[in-house]
């Protein structure tokens, strides 16, 4: 008896321990809080400058809207007649026919590329030239007299020797499109350049700084918020000349677009081919200022 059982704990000692598994603890999942009143009321506090912004101009778009719908529902005659001037109505109406055409959107498509193109064409050329003018003398005494003469000529003065210029209406609508658009940039940048504080170039040239560190340090960020501005006026004068050259030369965009349902008296087409031209520029312009936010968090653009 006392030999079975010795066995049996021997056999008991050489067998594998079980071991409990280890206990898991329950996950549970955080539940967020909800927003309490000071929370909201402190995210107003701390956005109230754009939640101000945002109110005044929905205010203004919605006053406009009603002062337009009631100029043209009772057809307001006092010296400006608004007797065939279409109604919120009836361009909203147009809109939702035109969006179903894929003709309106080509429309779109090419005045965007027409922009894209001069305007960046532009950017290229007249940035890098006004930063050298406003640095070296001589290439500005040689360079402005003749941007001066060229600058007060309106876009379309510029479409018949465009047409001549170029071999394609295509290429003639995007020169004249760049044309509106380098002027204004090349003064802003003329102008930033100017406005660069000696003080901080004498301080660059103590600590022994080259020209091109100086330039590159010291004139092209202080320049940089001027350029900007250049960009986004230029990019407002791009639009109206594009507008100007698709409406006397082109055959598609959105100029031409306006000008074809004037001459086939389509007063809703007008209206809304001036609400897609300023649509679309507010649209580019507040992209540069984005892209200036990105690029200058210390300015304001």
């Not at 590159?216 to 050259?245: D, K, N, Q």
Request: proline share 7%; aromatic share 10%; charged share 15%.
């Amino acid at each position: 008896m006392n030999g079975a059982a010795r066995k049996l704990t021997e056999s008991v000692a050489r067998s594998p321990a079980t071991e409990t598994p280890p206990a898991v603890p329950s996950a549970t999942e955080p539940i967020p809080a909800p927003l309490t009143i000071h929370q909201v009321w402190r995210w107003l506090v701390l956005h109230r400058s754009q939640l101000r912004t945002l109110a005044i101009g929905t205010a203004s778009l919605a006053l406009f809207l009603l002062s337009w719908h009631l100029l043209t529902k009772y057809r307001v005659t006092v010296h400006v007649r608004f007797v065939n001037v279409p109604s919120p109505e009836m361009v909203f109406d147009s809109l939702m026919r035109v969006s179903r055409d894929n003709k309106f959107l080509s429309h779109v498509f090419l005045s965007c590329r027409r922009i894209f193109i001069g305007f960046a064409i532009a950017a290229t050329i007249a940035v890098p030239l006004g930063l050298v003018m406003g640095r070296f003398r001589l290439v500005r005494e040689i360079v402005f007299p003749v941007s001066e003469v060229l600058r007060p000529i309106p876009a379309i003065a510029w479409v018949p020797m465009s047409i001549m210029l170029w071999p394609s209406n295509e290429e003639s609508i995007v020169f004249i499109t760049l044309l509106g658009s380098f002027f204004p940039i090349l003064l802003n940048t003329l102008h930033g350049m100017a406005m660069v504080d000696p003080v901080l170039i004498r301080a660059a040239q103590c600590l022994g700084a080259r020209e091109a560190s100086i330039f590159r340090e010291v004139y092209f960020p202080a320049a940089l918020p001027h350029v900007f501005t250049g960009l986004t006026v230029g990019m407002g004068v791009a639009w109206v000349s594009l507008i100007a050259a698709e409406m006397i030369s082109g055959q598609f965009g959105i100029g031409y677009f306006t000008w074809t349902a004037y001459s086939l008296v389509q007063y809703a087409d007008i209206a809304l081919g001036m609400i897609c031209i300023g649509v679309l520029g507010l649209g580019s312009s507040a992209l540069i200022r984005g892209v200036g936010r990105v690029v200058m968090p210390w300015a304001k653009t």
